[in-house]
């Protein structure tokens, strides 16, 4: 089952004031999807490619795993378009059903791979600095403070070399925060929309994310010195 | 404040969670601190550069499977 009776969206609180709003499908992808536009939805494909493999591959094992998660999962937008009610935006319910899709395919996958494959570093630490403690005086000043890196080239800092570097740091987070940086940083999703989609609190969220672009700093930081 | 400290309300800092009075307090130290402005610089920059990842072309083989799954529903 791809849909299970949680929606990955909050419903509206019962102490909504005013009459219900019915939300009018006002979103352009949304009008455009509706009506059939061909060329809208490859723009949308487009758009949202690497936000979903990056989303994807932090639940499956490689790049073919996460690219057969993203067919299905707009072959399930399709399926199920008049079914959207537009509760939540049209890039939440899309991402949503990925989510869903991940996860499931994840659920098979673990039955037939060996157990240290996948959940490697799961959890991940929520606690503890983010910088190292030995970087600071006994004052809790900075003793090395870090470098300007106004003075480093936009050329390197925008080259390949930088972006695969990136890449793979976001790929060596733990996957509770690489899944919020993602959905933050790369999907470019807003707090609350992250929270609802992954069903986790807002002090989580911002644990998660904190801990997650510091990682990605400090190896941006070794890389560029 | 110290840069200690700092450093690890700056999410909260780009997100706007802080309170007035925190957020009075951290931009206080900032204002005098080289340190913490370079590193809060070095966040902006990562969180930029991470936003980059989401460039990614899709292959062409799932393009077309894609659009054609798209003109069999358009059709359908
Ligand atoms: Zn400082």
Redesign the interface.
Known sequence: MLFSSRTPWPEEPSTYPGPRVVREPTDPDLEALRS?D?AA??AL??RY???M??LAMTYLRDRGAA?DA??ET??TC??TLDRFEGRSSLKTWIFGILLNVARSRRRKESRILPFTSLFRREGGDDRG???D?RR?GK????ST??????NVPETR??DRE??EK??AA?EQLPSKQREV?ILR????FE?DEVCALLSIS?ANQ?VR??RG??S??KT??EYLR | M????V??L???YL?G?LSPADRARFEDHIHG????R??L???R???S???????????EP??A???N???S??SS
């Open positions: 059939k061909e939805f490859e494909i487009g490619h690497g936000p493999m990056r690219e993203v067919q707009w072959l399709l399926k600095p983010t910088v403690p600071f004052d809790g000043m900075w403070p870090p470098d300007s890196w106004s800092l925008l930088t972006g990136v890449k976001i940086v940083d790369v999907a470019g707090a807002q911002r994310l904190h672009r510091a990605v700093r941006l930081e | 110290t840069c200690r400290e450093v690890e700056m999410t909260d997100d969670f601190c080289d340190g913490c370079a590193y610089a070095q966040l920059t990562a969180r550069l991470i936003g980059r990842a989401a460039d990614e072309p899709v292959p799932l393009k499977e894609l659009m799954a798209f003109r529903w358009k």
